[in-house]
């Protein structure tokens, strides 16, 4: 009986280190997935006008591209609603939701699209079949666009540090510097989101490409 403990430890020493392993190499692909970004697109450096998407005369508008069943764009949510708040009236936000053709209300007008269409200055869009992504080059989830009151692009890139993640990122102080006025700051971040549809838009002719 006195050997019974010690063949215990023996036998649990092992075993614990098999469970921190595994969870340190769960951990470690969780932060991998955490930190790849999306397809940047390739946005007009002016407004399309082909879009049907409203734009406010003669003030600036952000426009962000978003999937309403993708996870990490709860977080882009959390940002947008705190870059509102920042801005305090200063700018209108559309939020273009991607539904497939012929989905339901109930497939597309999730607990994102309801938080999304809470935040004040902010306007839900349906994009059935991502026609309005593809006008604006835009391929990933939580993608957003900042275009001046004369239609020009000032900013493209997502607005959270990672997939999934709220807080301090780039992308939302970005553009709150240039909504002041500041053009020293940087001009593209990454996007962490999910991919908005199943087919690639066709990229615009290089005369028509953002160049940052």
Known sequence: MSDAHPRRWWVLVPLTGAWLAAVATGMGILIRYSAISGDVGMPPPTWPAETSIPRPAGRPLLVLMAHP??????????????????????IETRVVFYAPAGAAEEWWKSDIWTSAAAIPGVTAILDTDAVEAR???????????????????????????????????????????????????????????????????????????WNP
Do not use: Q
């Open 69 to 90: 069943r993708c996870p990490c764009t709860r977080a882009t949510m959390e940002e947008l609603a705190r870059l509102m708040r920042r801005l305090s009236g200063r």
């Open 135 to 209: 006008r604006f080059h835009v391929e990933t989830s939580g993608h957003a666009l900042l275009y001046d009151a004369s239609g020009r692009l000032l900013f493209s890139g997502g607005i959270t540090v990672a997939r999934g993640h709220a807080g301090d990122n780039a992308g939302a102080d970005w553009v709150e510097a240039l909504m002041r006025g500041d053009p020293s700051i940087g001009k593209t971040t990454p996007v962490f989101g999910c991919r908005l549809h199943a087919t690639r838009a066709t990229p615009p002719a290089p005369e028509a490409r």
